[in-house]
């Protein structure tokens, strides 16, 4: 009923930039919140950034400053510009995204499938 897919991960030095991009498709009636969370290997899975609806954000401590989170609801997609990057940042990234479909009266959450991000020189 509803997809959502990750692009834009891969292998970047310390220092460098990537942009993920997050595409929500399917019996969409409306979303709400959007964001980004990571899990490195052999941790729990956290929250990274979230944009509401009304485009009000909210930043991981560990990312604040580094890192911008935005979206075009037009499109909707939802984007994390990620600058200044650190090995720690090193995980798989994943979109969620809250969305009302079709003919439901509830939001429901909803995962990509992940996108690696690796820094390292």
């Known amino acids: 009923q509803v997809q959502l897919v990750e692009s834009g991960g891969g292998l970047v030095q310390p220092g460098g930039s990537l942009r993920l991009s997050c595409v929500v498709s399917g019996n969409i009636f409306g979303t709400g919140a959007m964001g980004w969370y990571r899990q490195a290997l052999g941790k729990q899975r956290e929250m990274v950034a979230i944009?509401?609806?009304?485009?009000?954000?909210m930043y991981a401590p560990s990312v604040k400053g580094r890192f911008t989170v935005s979206r075009d609801n037009a499109k909707n997609t939802v984007y994390l510009q990620m600058k200044s990057l650190k090995p720690e940042d090193t995980a798989a990234y994943y979109c969620n995204a809250v969305v009302r479909t079709q003919g439901s009266s509830s939001l429901d959450g909803y995962w990509g499938q992940g996108t690696q991000v690796t820094v390292s020189s």
């Open positions: 944009v509401g609806s009304g485009g009000s954000t």
